[in-house]
């Protein structure tokens, strides 16, 4: 019986068929799984993520982990923000709040359920006469609220429990953190419903890798995870030929237009990015490469760090899903 996952795959594809705006270069992308491989298998990270490791025992490691993935959003804002030196506006957020835990001890719902906007401002040292900073911190504080009254309501006020509330399956705790607002990434596409679930998916990859498949972080259908749609997978799809960009959107983003979120140009771009991973993913495997979703992702997200990809505006969306 299908389930949330397959649903985001034949999501994905319609749109794919149906999109204007974005396409899938058939031709390069056959060229670019020949290109692949030996990147798309190699297992290693090219920067510690510390969304991704294992800090303290079970409870502690689960509440950032979660915590973390409930505020793993702003690209759209990060050209606003203030970032620490060397780092994209994903490991400042990250790493500030490590620096938080590390100070003041494992994350709690109380915590999470007494958040502000100000206090988000002090925990990721951001300026408060920048109205854009403020407003992605106000989304912070709300989502943070959520998460904590969620956890507090379903799940005893333990973040392992919420974890464990799946039953190993990673689409279930899709289905459970799609509870939470600012986890619903369900957008409405000339009439349909496309549900992406960036965040809700990469919570459970998340967890796997810290808990080293383990415990709190043991999904057997983990390899069933989608790509995790974002702004940058897509720009790299771009950049690397397999993605091709109607003149006025690619306009529109080298103009930093904020594309809104649910748009036509928004909802193509990530739906046809993540349906051309599955494509590439396809002829990987069919070439005896055993290669998921997820981590074809990891490669593609870990390659926009490159010179070459930043130099080109990439898409920008404020919202609370990537």
Not at 260 to 280: D, F, K, M, Y
């Amino acid at each position: 019986m299908p389930d949330v996952l397959d649903e985001i795959r034949s999501a994905a594809a319609r749109v794919s068929a149906d999109a204007r705006w974005v396409r899938i270069d058939h031709d390069r992308l056959a060229d670019y799984a020949d290109r692949l491989p030996r990147e798309a298998l190699d297992v290693r990270d090219h920067e510690p993520d510390p969304g991704r490791l294992r800090s303290g025992d079970d409870e502690a490691t689960a509440s950032f982990v979660i915590t973390l993935d409930a505020i793993n959003f702003g690209s759209g804002y990060f050209p606003y923000i203030r970032k620490r030196p060397g780092m994209s506006g994903y490991f400042t957020v990250a790493n500030a709040l490590r620096d938080h835990v590390d100070r003041e001890g494992p994350i709690t719902t109380a915590a999470l359920r007494a958040m502000t906007t100000e206090r988000c401002a002090q925990i990721f040292d951001q300026p408060r006469e920048e109205p854009l900073a403020m407003e992605l911190m106000q989304r912070f504080a709300d989502a943070l609220v959520h998460l904590g009254e969620a956890i507090d309501e379903r799940h005893g006020g333990s973040f392992v429990e919420l974890a464990r509330s799946a039953g190993g399956s990673a689409a279930a705790l899709v289905c459970e953190l799609d509870r939470i607002p600012e986890f619903h990434d369900v957008a409405t596409y000339r009439g349909y419903d496309v549900p992406l679930y960036k965040r809700a998916q990469i919570t459970a990859y998340d967890l796997s890798e810290a808990f080293g498949g383990e415990g709190p972080g043991r999904f057997t259908d983990l390899h069933r995870l989608t790509m995790f749609a974002d702004n940058l997978v897509p720009h790299v799809l771009r950049v690397d030929g397999v993605l091709v960009f109607d003149p006025e959107l690619v306009a529109r983003i080298e103009a930093v237009e904020d594309i809104t979120s649910g748009s036509e140009p928004e909802v193509e771009i990530r739906a046809v990015a993540l349906h051309a991973v599955e494509l590439l993913v396809e002829q990987l495997r069919a070439k005896g490469h055993d290669v998921t979703s997820g981590r074809l992702d990891s490669v593609l997200w870990n390659r926009g760090a490159g010179e070459r990809y930043k130099a080109i505006p990439r898409h920008r969306t404020r919202c609370v899903y990537y």
